[in-house]
């Protein structure tokens, strides 16, 4: 026994085996070591920053001058300005047709490609509907304002060829906004549908079958059977589909550049103008501030009636 004692004394002694203590303490600076570029990151580029934007908000700064205090005023000017008022106006109506409309394309195409046909017609299906979300969205909205051109643009051009007249697509409020509205569309659908393709393939084929068994087919199996059990998805397709929409930009500024008039100017939009071309950073603060304000509160009335909707089996 004392040799078994002195031995393992011996072994500590000589570095051979350490106590749990020191083990654990070199296991958690090594955890550390390997989080520190990540922590360290977040600090620097997201935490930082918006911890600067909201003591911003509280202060009169045009990058020139020194920073001068005006307690809430910045945020009284963001709510009598018609400009901004219309802005997000704007924002709130294109966020509630272009999530309908995407969640309804993507759901649609995500049941259309499901459906039984060859693998490689399904993967071909696949990437091309998925293609246009990986290209830049400036870029694409310089291509469609060649196409939506009033005088020499595609699409004019082949309406001509039906007898239409040339429409006004980028001149006018409507077809300003519609064109903004299919181009964000066509280039955003491609990450829910393949959300909802994943939802889709999540649902045993067992139900359907004792469905089909019990007489339901079609839509009555969709209604009853496909939405409620790919209700998580759809809520977490809605919840990211309204995030990402509530902060358009390129699309409108590339295209027709907020116009005409204020008929397309978002938050977004106003936050730049606001910061880079008025030089109030103090004021486009505060109204980063309340579209962040307004994405909470989106997102947290959309997760309590998940709980009256969305089914977890």
Known sequence: MSTTVSTATSAIAAGAVR?????????RSLIAVFLAPTVIGLGLFSFLPILASVVLAFFRWDIITAPEFVGIDNFVNAATNPTIRVSFLNTIGFVIVAVLLQLAVALLLAVLVQARMPRWLSTFFRSTLFFPLILSAASVSLVMSYLFN????????LLGL????????????????????????????GFTFLLFL???AAVPREVYEA???????????FRHITL????????????MAIINALQIFDQPYVLVRGG?????RTAVMVIYESAFRQLDFGGASAIGIALTLLIMLVTGIQFQLSKRFVFYG
């Open 260 to 264: 005409p008039g204020d008929e397309t």
């Open 150 to 157: 009033q005088e020499f643009g595609l699409v004019n051009q």
């Open 211 to 221: 469905s089909s068994i019990d007489g339901a087919r079609g839509w009555s199996q």
């Open 162 to 189: 039906l007898g239409v007249g040339k429409v006004g697509w980028l001149t006018t409020g409507l077809g300003a906004k519609t064109v903004v509205l299919l181009v964000y569309v066509w280039q955003n659908f």
């Open 198 to 200: 994943g939802g889709l």
């Open 19 to 27: 106590p749990a203590g020191t083990h654990r303490r070199g296991t």
């Open 228 to 239: 409620p059990l790919i209700s998580p998805t759809m809520l977490v397709a809605t919840v």
